[in-house]
């Protein structure tokens, strides 16, 4: 039986988050999703005047290609990925997974070469089309939440079909906050971190660009980082699972990190210049996303929490200059019942325990 869940939910995709208008040439990547989303997006596509072209892939078959990857196959692959691109003025991409894992077994040399081949794609995805992404809730997401499949697609179908034109003025105000700061101070458990967001922009994230949403970003200056950060929430990055991430900076740059899986987490930092450089900073406030569950799309906008991103800064917009195959967003979530902390702008607090003090944010609160 149809989900008419399934139609809302293109329908946002594709009026709200693209604006997809008469002689719009959109394409839809399918990983691991179902026909049902794949057809509801086709469908609403040409209800809006657009064309729509359609990419399926699947994550086994992805892992079997990236296993041997080689530089000549992938420079073939992401020539043709990006002559596409540049006749597309819309991008949709709906990720499923049946196993967050399938790219663990994949070589690192391996990954960094698909990655560094794809980049120029994917940046040319962001910077020349109107694109959002999102997850599609499989059995696999709900263990990881640990709900059942039911009550998670209930859950999943609340988030991504939030209103999120009700959050606009709270969001317009904490950009403004962001746009005004010179310095940012956070501090929690294992935590006292400061960092300048000097002639940086915070950028409004209203269920434009990934579902779900509910995050202002910026980056900061990218030589200004200092202190540590130690995150609480999971996290999985190339298909490999890793808790307690803590990082020290000097100047900028990265000097020491550690988690359950040290040396992994070294190799990725380690693939180029800029992955020890921080690409983005952003605060979140989706107040039915609670609890992380290893899928990043959900767990960057968990209420309370913020991200902080080693790797690529957004091309363009609140771009700090730096470059990197890597763009690994790292959740810290503030909650008391998390172990608490603050962030300061120029010595202000402006949340406490995951609780937004300034009356100008209390609407980017829970109710």
């Not at 939910?9 to 989303?37: C, H, W």
């Not at 990881?144 to 609340?158: N, V, W």
């Not at 800064?313 to 195959?325: P, T």
Request: aromatic content about 8%.
């Amino acid at each position: 039986m149809h989900d008419s869940r399934v139609d809302d939910l293109a329908r946002q995709l594709v009026r709200y988050s693209t604006k997809v208008k008469k002689g719009d040439n959109v394409l839809v990547e399918i990983f691991d999703a179902p026909d049902s989303m794949a057809i509801a997006l086709i469908r609403a596509i040409r209800a809006a005047g657009g064309t729509p072209f359609v990419n399926l892939h699947r994550s086994r078959v992805t892992r079997e290609l990236a296993l041997r990857a080689t530089e000549e196959q992938y420079e073939v692959v992401g020539r043709q990925t990006l002559a596409q691109m540049q006749d597309m003025q819309v991008y949709i991409a709906v990720r499923g997974s049946e196993n967050i894992n399938e790219q663990a077994d994949v070589p690192e040399k391996a990954k960094k070469l698909v990655a560094a081949q794809m980049r120029p794609t994917l940046n040319h995805r962001i910077n020349e089309t109107r694109w959002v992404v999102l997850r599609w809730p499989t059995p696999s997401m709900a263990q990881q939440a640990m709900m059942s499949t039911e009550a998670f697609e209930d859950f999943y179908f609340r988030v991504c079909l939030l209103d999120y034109k009700a959050l606009l003025p709270g969001m317009k105000a904490l950009k403004k906050a962001i746009d005004e700061a010179r310095e940012v101070r956070i501090t929690g458990p294992g935590t006292d971190l400061r960092f300048s967001l000097e002639g940086m922009q915070g950028i409004v994230c209203e269920g434009r660009r990934n579902i779900p949403d509910g995050e202002v970003f910026t980056a900061p200056v990218r030589d200004s980082v200092e202190g540590v950060i130690s995150f609480n929430a999971p996290t999985v990055y190339q298909g490999i699972a890793f808790d307690q991430i803590k990082l020290r900076f000097e100047k900028g740059r990265i000097v020491e990190a550690t988690s359950n899986q040290t040396k992994k987490l070294n190799e990725i930092l380690d693939s180029d210049e800029g992955s020890r450089y921080i690409g983005e900073f952003a605060i979140a406030f989706n107040n039915e996303i609670k609890e992380p569950m290893r899928d990043i799309l959900f767990d960057e906008k968990i209420g309370g929490s913020f991200h902080f991103t080693p790797g690529q800064a957004y091309e363009g917009v609140a771009d700090n200059g730096n470059r990197s195959q890597v763009h690994w967003d790292m959740v810290l979530i503030q909650r008391k019942e998390w172990g608490g902390g603050e962030i300061y702008f120029d010595d202000k607090l402006i949340r406490k325990d995951g609780l937004f003090v300034p009356k100008s944010l209390e609407s980017l609160n829970p109710a």
